[in-house]
Each structure stands twice: as structure tokens, then as C-alpha cells.
């Protein structure tokens, strides 16, 4: 499974980059299986770190996501709206899910390594 | 059997546009016999699979005296005096002490056998299953009319059972095994390609077919008229069955609740369990069962409501994590296969 090394991660399976970008991880895509609707929030919402700001839906289950951060929200991919199937397919990059600007960051997000550890993956090549 | 192999999406479009199998080997079979069988059959079923012809099947619902339902189920007449009850695995222990009980009235005019851990059962469903099943076993297992069954086949060597039913809203058919056998059975489909197909898609499958799921849409609180079977129930007084003046009241007053179908606006999912509320936000029914209908590329669910909402096109809103959902009521099912259907039931 593939856990890119420039962002960071957290224990409920978010990630998020050095712009602010949040989406979820390849993991998570795939314990979903196929995602069908995908809950965004409003532009200009705050959020808390560890607030809800949206829900993935699958066939099979429903999860919701988690903020990694403190800042409010800047863009949204409304993309997903007709798109949902993109966070399956591309979770780090078309399937982005919002644009956050940080205003602090939580102090346990996990590095790449830490979150394939986390996952059960253990040690290997990225 | 697994929730799902390739995919839910994909694996319910493989039956819908080609075909794909399904490992139903949970199922629960009991067997019927005795001089008495027909007589017994007749009166613990709401339909009438005592006056079947050998090699004829049925579908039914399996009554309480106040005509709620203990499980749903197909009954098939392999002989004058030998009836074969499918059940499902969830209701299995409970049927079988039922039936029990029920046959203690018989006397020795009727006997009861738990055949569920002597036999496999492998669906074959989609458009292309029948081509196959020809290629396979011989042309005239296309002759099967729907809810025909035949024992004159063999599959990889070995007899089986092959009844033209399923739960999935396409043509195909479903295989009695030996246990013993399932794997050869399974090894000879997968040889000519077919995909094995999970209980996701299972799910999504029946739910747009607008079929009842045991606990979701049928229960004990829920009764086969509720659920819409009229069809299945037999009415005529001197044919009675557990449950039937019950199940004759509701058809006389109409019942209280009825299952409808909801097409949803939006592409949240009404899941089991979440609250139907009419326009001034009062509480009218639950969702029985829920999911996105990948052929309709839309939210569906199927939804128990009061009588006064259930007529096609009412607006009514699904309580979703707090938020309303529009949703137009439609006659069930959602979906309906094109082309000629074999009759027969």
C-alpha cells in the first residue's frame, strides 16, 4: 500500500500536506471498498482539530473524517460530487477532499513510517 | 461467503451485464416427507406448495398465529410425498424447532429432516448464465420454466439439482450440491470464467430487484401482507394456513404499513434504521434496507411507512446524520430486467 512521505497522517487514517490539502489515506480507501458520496463542508467553515468535517460513503459503510488541524476551511474538491469513485482511485491527489489554511497542526500526526506501522504494514519501501 | 472479491460496484455490473456466481451454501434445507407432507406444507406456509407439481418450486413466508412472519423461504416438490424447505441460515435453529413443533400434530403421517450441512447451493445469475448452464449440462436445462427444477442433470460428473430461481433480478439458475461436490461444481463455473460474486453485491442486487430480506423487510413485527406479498398469501378460507385469519384481517382493513420503494435526492444513503418523516417532520416509518443502486446510479431504499404515505410519488425525507433527504415514494422493485422472461410463477 502506498503512504507518501510528504505529508502526514493521522490515527483515523486522514492525511494532510504541507499546503493544507486532506484527503484519506490509500488504507482507508480500500477497507471502504467503493466509495459512492462523499459529505463536504461549507468554504470559510473553522474548524478544531478532530472536528467532523464531512462523511465518506461506501456501499458497505460509513466513516467519518476527522480534521487534522486547527484553520479553516479554504476550498473544497466539489469535483467529488460526480467523482467519488476518485478517492478510490487516487486518494493523494484527485481525490483530495478539502483545503485547509492551518492555524495549528495536532501534536500526535503521524509520520509516513509511523502510519504504515500503525496500519500493521511494518517496515518497507514505500 | 465474503463481503466482496473484486468490488461491490463491479462485481454487481458483472451480474447485470454478464453473469456471476454466488456461494449460498448457508442457506438451510429441510426436507418434508410422509403421507401427510403436502397437508403439512399447506398449513404452515402463507402460499399453497402442497398443490405443486413434482419438480415445481414456490416462494412463501413461514407464519405466526398473529401473522407475523418467522422466516421467508422456497419450497420445492421433488415427489408426490417430498418436499424440500429453503430457508435462511439466520432463522435456521428457529424454523426447525417451529416446524417441529408443528409436525408433533402429524403424528407419523409426516417427517422432518435438517439437510443443510449435506448440501451446497451455488447461484448462477445474470443474462449469461443460461447460454452457460446450456453449454455445460445440455440444451434443456433452458426449457426450465422460472420455478422449475430438475434432478436429470450433472455438473463436473456429479448429479445436482438445478432450479431456475434467484435473488438477483436476472435470468439464471441455482445448483443443489452433495457438499461434497460444491468445490468440482464451483471449479467447473470458474473454468469457464465466471466471476465469483460477494454478499455485498448480493445485497445491492436484491434491493433493486425490490426483493425482502429476512430481519430487514419481513420479521415477526412485519407481516407478508405489510411487505406486499399478497401474492404469495392463499385467502380462501377453506385452505388455512398459521396465521391466515390474521393475514385475512389486514387484506379486509388494509394494513397499517406498507413497504415502498424511495428513490432519494442527493447521493446520501439511507442505511436500515434510519427514521421516514412526511412534510411536517412526524416520524411515518424506518428504512428497512438502504444502499446506492448502482444500476440506477442513485440512492435507493426500501422503507416500511404508514399506509396513509405509502401511494407512488408522495415526498417523504429519510433522516440522515440529522439532515432531511427528499425522497419520492416509487412502486417497487426499482429495477426490472429487459427482454422476454420465462414464465411460470
Redesign the interface.
Known sequence: MNFPTDRQYTAEHEWIDSQGQVGITDYAQDAL??V????LPAVGNQLQIGDTFG?V????S?SDLYSPVQGVVEAVNDQL?DH?EWINEDPYGKGWIIRLRTEKLAEDLLSAEQYRQQVGEGKGGV | MPLEYTGILDEHHTVRTRMGMFDVSHMGEFLVTGPGAADFVDRVTTNRPGRLEVDQATYAALCQEDGGTLDDLVVYRRAATEFMLVVNAASREHDWAWLNLQRAREGDAVQLADVSDTLALIALQGPQAMALMQALVGPGVAELLRFRFSTTFAMAGRPVLISRTGYTGEDGVEIYTAADDALRVWQALAAREVKPIGLGARDTLRLEAGLPLYGHELARDISPVEAGLTQFIRTRPDQEFIGQPALLRQLRSGPARRLVGLRLEGGAIARAGYPVLDDSATVVGRVTSGSYAPTLRQPVAMVLVAAERADPDTALWVAIRGKPILGRVVALPFYRRRGPRPSGQ
Open positions: 471498498g467503493d459512492v458520496f462523499v459529505d462523511v460513503e461506501s456501499v458497505k460509513v460530487v467519488p
